[in-house]
């Protein structure tokens, strides 16, 4: 399963070639099946990308959003992802809020994780996954040292405890789940990430690397990311 890496030249051309991917993965989607099931990652990389799809016209009554992961917050706490998306985007634009399929982790890891494996359990791939990574290689609430969900009975939804970023409860869908989608984009800006893409390039085994949907994933790095 290919990781396709590619850099951008410059700020708008990294925000250009993002956007590319969320407008021809949901033109696909909605030209085939009528339906664009879309997953959000969360952090201050993708908030770029969600506010440039808020300016846009599309066929938001057809799509259908869920989110990679989320923080066991309150619904308002600024820290939650989805949160962040609404005020970006989905407030924004004429999603049908039943279309905005938002992680109830205020109820709890466990309960939540239960309960959004349920909802999800009709869907069939998604569309299109979007992910970041993080400056110690994980992805989604996937971190280093924990279960990351790649067995074949993983479930689809995971409850972390114990995770080495505040908070330390989330919940996260599996890597198993993440990679059942029909195109993967890992968005990555910045230098703090770099060390992370080079280990990733440079085969250490990273939850970042565990998301291998059959179709390949692409990366879009900038230029601060990428350089060795």
């Known amino acids: 399963m290919e990781t396709r890496w ?18 021809a993965a949901g033109a696909r989607a909605l030209r085939e099946r009528g339906v664009f099931h879309v997953v959000l990652a969360g952090g201050g990389t993708p908030r770029k990308v969600y506010e440039q799809l808020a300016q846009e016209q599309h066929d938001w009554a057809h799509w259908q959003v869920w989110f990679g992961d989320e923080r066991c917050l309150p619904p308002n706490d600024p820290e939650r992802n989805s949160r ?3 005020e970006a985007w989905l407030s924004q634009v004429a999603i049908p809020p039943q279309n905005i399929h938002v992680i109830p982790a205020e109820w709890g890891a466990a309960a939540a994780a239960e309960s959004y494996g349920r909802e999800l359990g009709a869907i069939g791939a998604f569309d299109l ?10 992805t989604a609430s996937l971190f280093p040292g924990h279960d990351w969900g790649e067995a074949i009975d993983a479930p689809d939804v995971l409850a972390v ?3 080495p970023k505040p908070p330390p409860e989330r919940v996260s869908l599996s890597a198993r789940r993440l990679s059942r989608a029909e195109v993967v984009l890992f ?14 390039r440079g085969g250490v085994t990273l939850p970042a690397a565990a998301i291998r949907p059959a179709c390949g994933a ?5 230029a601060a990311s990428a350089l060795p």
């Not at 968005?187 to 990733?200: I, N, Q, S």
């Open 129 to 138: 996954v979007l992910l970041g990574i993080g400056e110690d290689g994980h």
């Open 161 to 163: 405890f114990d995770a």
């Open 84 to 86: 962040m998306a609404q």
């Open 187 to 200: 968005l990555v800006a910045g230098a703090g990430k770099r060390e992370a893409v080079k280990a990733w």
């Open 6 to 23: 590619h850099v951008a030249q410059g700020e708008a051309d990294w925000l250009r070639q993002a956007v590319a991917y969320v407008q």
């Open 218 to 222: 692409d990366v879009l790095l900038d």
